[in-house]
């Protein structure tokens, strides 16, 4: 573990939740593996937006060629780490197993790319595996360090190119560090990789871009290409009376504080999530499994509209959370001292509070996980670069190149929040475009 | 329920489900153990001389998670002494008179057979077996497969010991052999009572790429050993499918190698054998698999209206040929059941690299290779088959071009869904031979064209 790993504090509230899907044994991973059959075409690539060779991989583990396995998993993710343990398997690759389709248990996809990657990175990290080529003296900058740009300077880096990559916070990694579920993926795991991409020469500078900070035009003078990696910005609010003041917070933020801050760790009480996606339903776990006295999950729809996953809602109801269908807070209840103490409901028409229909249940932490802003500011400091109508950076699908031809963009500030796997593609494809147009 | 009890040279045994000289019977503790679990009889741990083992004895080659495909051991003939083995064999035959014991023996000079002879008959053996077979160590004395592989000490040695035997001889042979014909009709010339085979075949089962050393590693070093298990059954129902047409072998035989099931049993008696032995299959998985072997045979008997077992025995013999009796004019074609498809498409891959390129994917007409016999590109059919469960991955077969080899049926991982469907062949119903004897054997492409 690297310093960077080994500088996260002791006693953060991530650290109590135990690993879901705990590394396999060399055993478990051969036996796992026999059973791929191999498939022509396989689904499950073209089901990964990185379209690792999976059953190649799988082969390769089943022969006993780890470090094999892992190259050929890295070729394509250089993220294949925390991809193994953060992608939802079931809808991508594993939810396309064949095995499914006949009724069998589809292959253990992640686990395994997370037995290849672990067993041959190691201690070592991808300098096991990569040496990166000599400078070439091309220099990029990545503004923002999660995994789009993680993947566009490692790519860089091994072709001998100079990358920098601009973070404003204290722990780089981006929603990998900051925002995983912990059961999937904790926070020293997340840091780790990123000093694993770091290894092949890839520098971080602590700033912020913009106004008050590094400025675009500073990078654009200095640097052959700019990556934009910046993610997405602060958690939205619903606007509803009671809502300012403590105990209602933004899900990113807390998802943040419950990962990375010692003091964000006191019991949990009665929680009500606000929200149907994804980061509702992962707060709403970690609530639960935090020992939350009771978790209720509020959402304006209903369960089919919902955008989070049916196997992770399944996995939070399993874990004792209650979902609260076709209602939406109309208010925040406090008492004379400001302390949350409720949240008053309305029932929902086609999303919409019906008039009449309020009621009350008590809470004493509401965390609202309806969507997140925009990072509008950043285009602005690069000319030439758009926005679309939703406030995301327009990009060319092949290329990754925003209107202005040095900047390119990629993850959840470009297709609006997707998942770790999609911002890797992006930044590895603006990467390999850079290189083959080097090559030239 | 059909009867399963056979006669095996004189020797009566309650089912053909015989355990073959090995550790499983080493001892009679083991063998009663294996009768009351079922089994008709026991070919006893070879007896001769003790002699000394070495640690480890045995390796094996798994297939995927399936353990034991192969087995193969270095371990030499029963190091127990004499005098024990004969007061277990004359234990077990008081305690089970109705089941078979038959002594395997390995000795050298004419009197330490006589002698070896004579105490095994007087402790109560039904039979004797002599091993010509072992493949590791003993051979390197002279005795086991150094015997099997020369047909003059075949004949010799078991016409010596039919000077001394009351009982029925058996010759175990080895399969480390040319032709075994040749040994099957030695054995027979020195009138021997019956043969088993297949011993275990020569082999070097792995190496330990670590200390490069061979397994099973004894130290620093092995040595070859017999092979033996599922593995083999395909060499052992040759051979045994051999010598039951070879119009010489008049004595009956003893089927062994890979046997693991009733099926497999099935098999061997169906190629000509009146018992089977079994070894790999019970230090896999214990006496108690006789179980499913005596009830499925019965089973199968009775579905096919077999009284007896002896019913089967050979019936499928007529039907094992030389090449040039194969008619030419048969064809088959395969056929892909979309509704069990699951779209893994393996078939493709195996027969675009390993077969004769006319499996296809998606809905578009292809491109046939360069050396294909069909004109013209291959057509998908149509309506186009959506399968239930893989949807459009559902590959399809290029009839015209396919030769019938099976190949995409046996890669196929869902039993049922690829079929070979008879079709009306352009050749007509001959054989070579019958070209040969019409003198039509000249193909054009040949080597002076």
Same mark, same amino acid.
């Given at each position: ?8 504090a002791?006693?953060? +509230? !991530? ?14 991973a051969? %036996? ?16 990964c937006?990185t379209t690792? /060779? ?7 583990i089943?022969?006993?060629n ?6 050929t998993?890295?070729e394509?993710?250089?993220l ?6 953060v992608?939802?398997v079931e809808?991508?690759c594993a939810g396309?197993?064949?095995? !499914? ?10 686990r395994?790319?997370r037995f290849?990657?672990e ?9 096991a595996?990569y ?6 003296g ?10 789009a ?13 100079e990358?920098?990559l601009?973070?404003k ?6 929603l990998?560090a900051?925002g995983? %579920?912990?059961?999937k993926l ?11 991409v770091l ?22 003078? /200095?640097?052959d290409?700019v990556f934009?990696?910046v993610?997405?910005? !602060? ?6 009376p009671?809502e /300012?003041?403590?105990g209602?917070v933004?899900?990113?933020?807390w998802?943040?504080?419950?990962k ?12 009500v ?8 339903i992962d ?8 020992g939350?006295?009771?978790v ?7 369960r ?9 809602l399944e996995g939070?109801?399993?874990?004792g959370v ?12 406090r ?6 103490v ?7 028409e086609g999303?919409?509070?019906v008039?009449?229909?309020e ?6 932490l ?7 802003a ?5 285009a602005?400091e ?5 926005? /679309? ?5 327009v990009?060319d699908?092949a290329?990754?190149r925003?209107k ?8 959840d500030?470009v ?9 890797? +593609?992006?930044g590895?494809? %603006?990467?390999r ?8 | 329920?059909?009867?399963l009890?056979i006669?095996f ?9 015989w355990?073959a ?6 001892t009679g503790?083991q063998i ?18 003790p ?33 024990v ?10 305690r ?32 004797l077996?002599?091993n ?5 160590g ?7 497969s150094?015997?099997g592989q020369?047909p003059?000490l ?5 016409s ?17 052999t040319?032709d075994i014909?040749?040994?099957?009709l ?8 019956g043969?088993?085979l297949?011993?275990?075949i ?8 670590d200390r ?10 092995? #040595? ?11 060499i ?7 010598l039951a ?5 008049t004595?009956?035989?003893s ?6 099931n ?13 018992s089977?032995q079994v070894?790999?299959?019970?230090m896999h ?5 006789v ?10 008997l009775?579905q096919?209206?077999m009284k ?21 004019g ?5 056929r892909i059941?979309?509704?069990?498809c699951i779209?893994?498409?393996?078939c493709v891959?195996?027969?675009n690299?390993?077969?004769h390129?006319?499996?296809? #994917?998606?809905?578009?007409e ?8 069909a ?12 399968g239930?469960?893989?949807g ?14 099976n ?8 039993p049922?869904?690829?079929?070979m469907?008879?079709v ?6 001959? #054989?070579?031979?019958?070209?040969t004897?019409?003198?039509r #054997? ?5 080597i002076?064209d």
């Amino acid at each position: 573990m690297g310093t960077l790993a080994s500088s996260l504090a002791e006693g953060r +509230a !991530e650290e109590r939740l135990p690993d879901k899907k705990p590394l396999l044994t060399r055993a478990e991973a051969h %036996a796992e593996a026999e059973r791929c059959l191999y498939c022509t075409d396989a689904p499950c690539i073209q089901a990964c937006p990185t379209t690792i /060779d999976i059953p190649t991989f799988i082969k390769k583990i089943a022969s006993g060629n780890v470090r094999g396995s892992a190259r050929t998993i890295l070729e394509q993710n250089l993220l294949g780490y925390s991809c193994s343990r953060v992608c939802p398997v079931e809808e991508l690759c594993a939810g396309s197993c064949v095995y !499914e389709g006949w009724g069998r248990e589809p292959i253990q996809i992640g686990r395994l790319q997370r037995f290849a990657t672990e067993q041959a990175l190691g201690e070592q990290g991808l300098r096991a595996l990569y040496t990166p080529k000599p400078r070439n003296g091309r220099k990029v900058a990545c503004i923002g360090a999660g995994p789009a740009s993680l993947a566009f300077a490692g790519t860089l880096a091994l072709e001998g190119v100079e990358a920098v990559l601009f973070e404003k916070r204290a722990v780089p990694g981006g929603l990998n560090a900051t925002g995983i %579920a912990p059961y999937k993926l904790p926070a020293k795991e997340a840091v780790r990789e990123v000093e694993w991409v770091l290894e092949l020469g890839v520098r971080i500078e602590h700033a912020h871009v913009g106004e008050g900070g590094k400025r675009g035009a500073e990078l654009l003078a /200095d640097y052959d290409a700019v990556f934009v990696g910046v993610g997405l910005g !602060e958690d939205s609010r619903l606007g509803v009376p009671g809502e /300012d003041g403590p105990g209602v917070v933004g899900a990113v933020d807390w998802i943040e504080q419950m990962k990375l801050d010692p003091k964000a760790n006191g019991p949990l009480g009665r929680v009500v999530v606000v929200g149907g996606g994804n980061t509702a339903i992962d707060v709403a776990r970690e609530c639960a499994q935090l020992g939350a006295t009771e978790v209720a999950m509020v959402y304006r729809r209903g369960r089919d509209a919902m955008s989070g996953y049916a196997h992770e809602l399944e996995g939070a109801r399993k874990e004792g959370v209650r979902l609260v269908e076709q209602a939406t807070p109309v208010a925040f209840l406090r008492d004379p001292a400001g302390k949350l103490v409720g949240v008053r409901l309305a029932r929902t028409e086609g999303g919409k509070p019906v008039a009449g229909s309020e009621y009350e249940i008590p809470c004493d932490l509401a965390v609202l996980a309806i969507g997140q802003a925009k990072l509008r500011a950043i285009a602005a400091e690069f000319p030439g670069v758009e926005l /679309d109508a939703r406030g995301c950076v327009v990009v060319d699908e092949a290329t990754r190149r925003t209107k202005n031809p040095k900047v390119f963009a990629g993850g959840d500030c470009v297709n609006g929040g997707t998942e770790v796997v999609n911002a890797v +593609a992006e930044g590895r494809d %603006a990467a390999r475009f850079l290189i083959a147009e080097w090559s030239k | 329920m059909a009867d399963l009890s056979i006669d095996f040279a004189g020797i009566k045994s309650p089912n053909p489900f015989w355990l073959a000289s090995a550790p499983p019977t080493n001892t009679g503790e083991q063998i009663m153990r294996a009768f009351d679990a079922g089994w008709g009889g026991a070919v006893w741990k070879t007896l001769g001389d003790p002699i000394m083992n070495v640690s480890s004895r045995f390796g094996a080659v798994d297939l995927g998670t399936y353990k034991m495909m192969g087995l193969n051991n270095i371990e030499l003939i029963s190091d127990r002494p004499l005098e024990v083995n004969l007061k277990e064999i004359y234990e077990v035959k008081k305690r089970y008179p109705k089941h078979v014991v038959i002594a395997s023996l390995m000795t050298e000079t004419k009197d330490d057979w006589r002698v070896l002879i004579k105490r095994a008959e007087d402790a109560g053996a039904d039979g004797l077996e002599l091993n010509f077979g072992c493949p590791h160590g003993m051979c390197e004395r002279g005795m086991g497969s150094s015997v099997g592989q020369e047909p003059k000490l075949i004949t010799e040695i078991t016409s010596w010991t039919k000077e001394f035997a009351r009982t029925p001889v058996l010759v175990k042979l080895t399969p480390n052999t040319g032709d075994i014909s040749e040994a099957g009709l030695a054995a027979v010339a020195g009138r021997a009572d019956g043969l088993s085979l297949i011993n275990t075949i020569k082999s070097i089962i792995g190496i330990d790429l670590d200390r490069m050393v061979v397994l099973p590693r004894v130290g620093d070093g092995s #040595t070859n050993g017999g092979y033996c298990g599922p593995a083999v059954k395909p060499i052992a129902m040759h051979m045994v499918a051999a010598l039951a047409r070879e119009a010489g072998i008049t004595v009956p035989i003893s089927g062994i190698g890979g046997i693991s099931n009733w099926r497999d049993a099935a098999e061997f008696i169906a190629l000509g054998s009146t018992s089977v032995q079994v070894c790999t299959a019970v230090m896999h998985h214990g006496y108690r698999i006789v179980e499913d072997m005596i009830e499925g045979l019965s089973e199968f008997l009775d579905q096919r209206g077999m009284k007896s077992v002896n019913e089967l025995r050979g019936a499928a013999i007529q039907s094992y040929k030389e090449w040039g009796e194969l008619d030419l004019g048969y064809k088959i074609v395969a056929r892909i059941d979309d509704q069990t498809c699951i779209g893994c498409q393996v078939c493709v891959t195996a027969c675009n690299d390993g077969a004769h390129q006319c499996i296809f #994917t998606g809905d578009e007409e292809k491109q046939r290779p360069p050396h294909a016999h069909a004109h013209g590109p291959a057509k998908p059919p149509r309506p186009f088959p959506v399968g239930l469960i893989a949807g459009a991955r559902v590959p399809w077969i290029d009839e015209p071009e396919c030769v019938g080899c099976n190949l995409c049926q046996l890669v196929c991982p869902v039993p049922g869904c690829i079929s070979m469907v008879e079709v009306a062949g352009e050749n007509p119903h001959e #054989t070579w031979n019958d070209r040969t004897r019409d003198g039509r #054997t000249k193909l054009p492409g040949g080597i002076h064209d």
